[in-house]
């Protein structure tokens, strides 16, 4: 296997089990860590940058939404990129309604360390669920 995905799928296990700081200490300092899509529809769509910034992200979803689902399936590894294909549902904290989508996560790692992360998912749905 290769290390990156064993970083990437360290990473997703920290998730799980809530370790913020193990993940946030698996990013490099000037990290970049994107949610694509037009930030006006979802509170969890930006970007965030640094170790803090990837904290805030995590309170962020925290406060925001709870998760259902969390499910990474598929690893590709390229060079210093890593693709990885899931699903999550999650349920909007403010109103009780759910979004359930696919993704596409894209990692790249720069010295044993992520240097930018990016989320591609139905952020339509993620905007519909979150209107009240």
């Not at 913020?20 to 899509?37: E, F, M, S, T």
């Not at 709870?66 to 403010?94: H, Q």
């Not at 952020?123 to 209107?131: G, H, L, N, V, Y």
Request: hydrophobic fraction near 40%; include cysteine.
């Amino acid at each position: 296997m290769s290390p990156n995905v064993e970083l990437v799928q360290n990473l997703y296990a920290a998730f799980g089990r809530g370790d913020i700081d193990a993940l946030v200490a698996g990013c490099a300092p000037n990290v970049r860590w994107r949610v694509n899509g037009r930030p006006s529809d979802f509170p969890m769509i930006g970007t965030w940058t640094g170790p803090e910034g990837v904290r805030e992200f995590f309170g962020q979803l925290a406060e925001t939404e709870e998760a259902d689902a969390f499910e990474p399936r598929e690893f590709y590894a390229s060079e210093d990129m890593v693709f990885v294909l899931g699903r999550y549902a999650w349920t909007m904290r403010k109103n009780g309604r759910k979004a359930d989508a696919e993704w596409v996560h894209v990692f790249r790692i720069e010295d044993g360390k992520v240097a930018s992360f990016t989320d591609f998912t139905d952020t339509a749905q993620f905007a519909e669920a979150w209107r009240s």
